[in-house]
């Protein structure tokens, strides 16, 4: 047990319980010497031959949940402040996940139910409203509704982890055709992240109070509690140290949730068995995304303890182990990458208290950062696909 965990869980426990329980230059070349008049021009030598710079890929147009209105707002991040605002569409109250199919539709998980948006047309074409009990429409961290959100890879199927104040959650799978709901699947508390296994066989749903993940056969609807708690259990509903969001690794399909900025639990989705792996950033740690070489981007929302633990930073960890970080200015809370992962575009939106209106979008290579003001506390981000 870390000091960090044991200081966390008492900073939790006597502050926060109730209320969780309530809701590089190359040198210059050396001079050519003069000529005289008794010599001739000495030869200019051939420069080295460089390499043809690889140009920059297009910005793609991207499209922001505004978890702090009732919208989607449309992003064109390669215009300067607030002219990357590009309008935006009403889906639902507290828009929260957010999947894009191949065809340009987007299925946004709301506290109302799942929306779907024509990106091409820029309307709301349909509400699916939850069949699971919710309760009243509310907003905030705690209201109940839809969550996190993912598509099936054939796209016939969107599944959305659907939030149950106060109790168990439910896995929601909607018809993209008939835009139904036509299963639903018991989950654990407060599905944060949705993902789905390269096959399509397989559904993890990362259940942030209950300390586990679920996964759900897509064929037979069958469901398996995994329990990713590398901290314990022990500080309950007001324990800052649970899981938050998962990354399936492109090269096994196992699953990566970071933890603090100190450890990645790594689960072998077919055996339940958890493994941990240190990590360096010493942060309170949301988003994460990996990219097709296995990259893994994470971001850092700051410190639970200031005295103690370092503020907010987008992690790139390398498939070896190694990591880099990039400092963040304020709370983020997730990260997508453009088609290239040249560019990671990081959401300002913020799940707590202290989120701001816009995105960090940050030069994977370099490291630079920029921040692009738009939407109202946006929380996922997608990259819209390419117009035919």
Known sequence: MTTRAALARTVVLT?????????????APAPTPAPTSAS???????????????????????????????????????????AADLG?????AAPYGLAVAPDGTAWVATAEGVAAVDTRTRTRVALVPHTTRTGPVTTGEYRGGGMGIALSPDGTRA????????????????????????????VGRRPFDVDVSADGRQVYVTDHDSFDVTTVDTATWAARRTEVAPYGTEGGLGSWLKPHYTAVRPSDGALLLPFEGERLAVVDPSTGRVTVEPMTANTHQHGVTAAPDGTLYIVGTGPIDPATDAGPSLTVRAPDGSERLVPLDGPHETVTLSPDART?????????????????????????????????????????????
């Open 40 to 82: 001739a021009p000495a030869p200019v030598p051939t420069p080295p031959p460089t390499a043809t710079p690889v140009p920059a890929a297009p910005s793609p147009t991207l499209l922001v949940t505004d978890f702090g209105a009732d919208t989607v707002t449309f992003v064109d991040p390669s215009r300067p402040g607030r």
């Open 88 to 92: 935006s569409v009403r889906v639902g």
């Open 159 to 186: 599944y959305v982890g659907v939030n149950v104040p106060g109790g168990n959650g439910t896995l929601e799978v909607v018809d993209t055709a008939t835009r139904a709901v036509v299963q639903v699947v018991p």
């Open 15 to 27: 502050a926060l319980t109730a209320t969780l329980l309530a809701a590089c230059d190359s040198p």
């Open 344 to 388: 990671a575009y990081v959401s300002g939106g913020f799940t707590r208290e202290g989120g701001w209106d816009g995105l960090t979008v940050v030069d994977t290579a370099t490291g630079r950062t920029s921040r692009l003001p738009v939407g109202h506390l946006p929380l996922a981000v997608a990259v819209l696909p390419d117009r035919p």
